[in-house]
């Protein structure tokens, strides 16, 4: 089992900067994949961005050049750096790890962008 505890969500102004973390927990050496996940009210859950073992990254077109994504090993913690922040990346944000054919979900941070 693998735990998950997200912080840094909040309420910021257009153009400012957030950083989100997420703590792993538990059988981390299972995981093969971290990710960041947000939904927005009456829309579907999607991958905001997300960082292998080996480091590759993956973002969506929606955030790139805005948004990284990054791992600190030592602490079993992957970040997520929002800058240049919109109304429309308001959303909850779930940090999530897949590892051995499971999937571990986080309770999830509130992002709120107001303009």
């Known amino acids: 089992q693998v735990q998950l505890v997200e912080s840094g969500g909040g309420l910021v102004q257009a153009g400012g900067s957030l950083r989100l973390s997420c703590a792993a927990s538990g059988s981390i050496f299972s995981i093969k994949v971290m990710g960041w996940y947000r939904q927005a009210p009456g829309k579907q859950r999607e991958l905001v961005a997300a960082?292998?073992?080996?480091?590759?990254?993956y973002y969506a077109d929606s955030v790139k050049g805005r948004f990284t994504i990054s791992r600190d090993n030592a602490k079993n913690t992957v970040y997520l750096q929002m800058n240049n922040l919109k109304p429309e990346d308001t959303a909850v944000y779930y940090c999530?790890?897949?590892?051995?054919?499971?999937?571990?979900w986080g309770q999830g941070t509130q992002v709120t962008v107001s303009s």
């Open positions: 960082i292998t073992s080996g480091g590759s990254t």
């Open positions: 999530a790890a897949e590892g051995e054919g499971k999937d571990y």
